[in-house]
């Protein structure tokens, strides 16, 4: 635990105007990021008495070893600044909102020649339409369902579309009328587009227009007596009042608006966002976060509104926002919003009328999720935290350990030696510092060995990295966790302890390896999986933790995730080996000619036995390549015949390869079981 006058700034070093500050751990990793109207006496504030702090801001300061600052023009550049920073860093100690759930779109892929409309999930693409977010993904394709028999777009994958274009035959939403086929020239490219364009207006809300023409076209029909036609159009009217009834009118003046509202205790604050456009509801989502430090009601909006539109331009930015509390000050925060839009953006607290009572409503969902996680996640919290101390107590640390890194040795009968590290921080998976190795040092099967080997390569590059950039500290003060192409460094944070897969040998491999390299803070320990016992270093008997313990438990989930994700890459490693072939002798041959000469060939049997002529036939394809390529295939044994083991049938090779390459040698269902028996 630091004392935080140990790196407070000397008076009159911090100056008196706008910034964003960023606070730093031991290891020079940002764990808080701030920004401030006066960085001079915002950042006064940290610097008092512990007992005046807030808990959590106080765990933050004395987490901290060093604070640094930025100071910028305007509380506008500082707003943005800051969000950039907490994008970037992921400070542990910052409001992070997390969803509940990844929020399904209605999406229509306005950037492709025939548009497509789809259920999307994560990041927007640049040209794709946007609509919701959705609470299911089923509602999204109820109400696709109602209007394709209006606007027949197409809702095929390109598969699906370049197999039908291919046959001539459309699917059966084709036929059915629910789609226009453009795969097959029913429709062409620029009126499909045309009709892709006219179901985004009435998505967006403009749906009058559709159903007054819909309507002056049903009495024409029946004028004309063509009663048929006229049932049609009764029936695709119906259609899409039955659409727009899942969305009934929330707010009469047609408004496009996003209401957000907050519940909160002196922990956790949710937030639940409406997205009304046209007067209508279009969209729902929540959030939940941990309160780290003393926040009001308005900066938890303020960080909301950060995470809402700090990716987001132009419409997807509405005309106005109504949140329950405005942040302070409110005027920078307004023209952030209004510079993301391109226009005009008012942020208000609703004070009467439907918008007032919509908020309410809005904050009955806020309250009501914040129960419903609170029942979730009380019980988590609990566990995490009495299973990190009971592994802290059952091997004797100073402390919980909150980062733990487990090893893993996969391989098959020696072959695709792998290895695999998995991270757990807070006791929870962090998947994005997972990383995994070859081994190199030898070849055949040596589990301990390949352990002490992974141990001393990932801690060598630790200590590399911490002495390159002295302390953690490059020569310019910049961040020293990050390479010189902008990307965090692969091992810069140590674990407070290793865990490794075995037993007694491979943990005194791993100490070894520690050793050699004169790290002696970090702890050890192995979980064997046949008792599920727990070796310590230089302890003749395992410490043996109950069947019922938590911390056992959170040992056993890393254990088994370092195994799964070990076990992944060894497959993955040796299904490449297996379909190696005669192309991938060639120099110059990549995937993309490779891929040319199967789809011209359609299977590597017909593509060997074809001359030098021929293969240069294929599109990027050189007399000296073809050449070569002939030669590889003399070079190269035939592969042995597959055999279908129930009817002792030769199977021949006339299917596309796909692959670029042969197998080599047939794997059968038997065979493969086998194999699998034998990896771990």
């Not at 789809?118 to 794709?128: A, C, L, T, W, Y």
């Not at 274009?165 to 020239?185: D, E, F, M």
């Not at 040998?505 to 979980?527: M, S, T, Y």
Request: glycine share 8%; net charge neutral.
């Amino acid at each position: 635990m630091a004392d935080p006058s140990s790196y407070r700034p000397k008076p009159g070093e911090i100056p008196d105007s706008p910034g964003v500050y960023r606070f730093r751990d031991e290891h020079r990793r940002v764990i808080y990021v701030g920004k401030a109207k006066s960085l001079r006496q915002r950042l006064a504030n940290y610097f008092q008495d512990l007992a005046n702090l807030h808990p959590r801001t106080r765990t933050m300061v004395t987490t901290a070893a060093s604070v640094e600052w930025t100071v910028v023009s305007t509380e506008v550049e500082a707003l943005q600044l800051e969000y950039s920073w907490i994008k970037e860093f992921d400070p542990r100690f910052n409001v992070k909102y997390r969803d509940d759930k990844s929020y399904p779109y209605l999406a229509v892929t306005m950037n492709e020649e025939f548009p497509r409309v789809q259920v999307m999930r994560g990041h927007k693409k640049k040209g794709v339409r946007y609509f919701g977010p959705y609470g299911h993904a089923w509602a999204i394709r109820d109400t696709v369902d109602l209007l394709l028999r209006v606007f027949p777009v197409r809702t095929c994958s390109a598969g699906v579309f370049k197999n039908a274009a291919r046959t001539g035959r459309p699917c059966l939403l084709g036929y059915i009328g629910k789609c226009s086929a453009p795969c097959v020239g029913r429709i062409s490219a620029e009126d499909h587009r045309e009709l892709a364009g006219e179901f985004c207006d009435f998505m967006a809300g403009r749906t009058g227009t559709y159903l007054r023409r819909l309507e002056r076209q049903m009495m024409e029909a029946a004028e004309e007596m063509e009663y048929e036609r006229a049932a049609r159009l009764r029936d695709d009217i119906e259609a899409l009042k039955k659409a727009m009834e899942k969305n009934a009118v929330v707010l009469a003046d047609a408004t496009d608006a996003d209401l957000i509202a907050v519940a909160e205790d002196e922990l956790e604050a949710a937030l639940q966002i409406f997205h009304v456009r046209g007067g209508r509801v279009r969209g729902q989502r929540g959030w939940v976060t941990d309160k780290v430090e003393e926040v009001t009601t308005g900066a938890l909006v303020e960080h909301a509104l950060q995470q809402l539109y700090g990716e987001e331009k132009g419409d997807a930015v509405p005309k106005e926002v109504l949140v329950p509390a405005l942040p302070e000050p409110v005027e920078p925060v307004q023209d952030w919003l209004t510079g993301r839009r391109g226009s005009n953006v008012s942020l208000r607290i609703p004070q009467r009328g439907d918008k007032k009572a919509l908020m309410e409503t809005v904050q009955r969902n806020a309250q009501q999720a914040l129960a419903l996680h609170k029942t979730k996640r009380a019980s988590d919290l609990t566990t995490r935290s009495r299973a990190l101390e009971e592994i802290a107590d059952a091997l004797d640390l100073d402390s919980a350990p909150l980062r733990i890194e487990c090893y893993d040795i996969s391989h098959l009968q020696g072959e695709d030696v792998v290895a695999s590290m998995v991270v757990f921080e807070d006791g929870l998976q962090r998947k994005s510092e997972y990383r995994r190795f070859q081994i190199k040092g030898f070849e055949g099967q040596d589990d301990v060995r390949s352990m002490h080997e992974v141990i001393t390569r990932r801690f060598k590059r630790y200590l590399a990295d911490k002495e390159k950039t002295g302390e953690w500290v490059d020569e310019d003060g910049e961040n020293g966790l990050k390479d010189e192409d902008g990307r965090p460094r692969k091992f810069a944070y140590p674990p407070q302890l290793v865990v490794v897969d075995g037993g007694r040998p491979q943990v005194a491999a791993a100490k070894r390896a520690l050793d050699e390299l004169g790290i002696d803070d970090i702890a050890v320990c192995g979980l064997a999986k046949r008792l599920e016992e727990v070796w310590l270093p230089h302890d003749d008997d395992p410490v043996v933790l109950p069947r019922t313990s938590e911390g056992l438990y959170l040992l056993q989930r890393v254990r088994d995730e370092a195994h799964r994700f070990a076990i992944t890459y060894q497959r993955a490693k040796r299904a490449k080996r297996f379909r190696a072939g005669p192309l991938d002798d060639v120099p110059g041959l990549g995937d993309t000619r490779k891929q040319a000469l199967i789809k011209h060939f359609g299977s590597v049997k017909k593509l060997r036995s074809a001359t030098i002529d021929q293969i240069q036939e294929v599109p990027g394809i050189g007399r000296k390549t073809a050449e070569t390529i002939a030669a590889a295939f003399a070079r190269a044994a035939p592969a042995a015949p597959a055999v279908n083991t129930a009817t002792g049938e030769i199977i021949e090779d006339e299917e596309p390869d796909t692959t670029g390459g042969s197998s080599g040698e047939p794997v059968t269902a038997g065979a493969l079981d086998e194999r699998r028996g034998q990896e771990r």
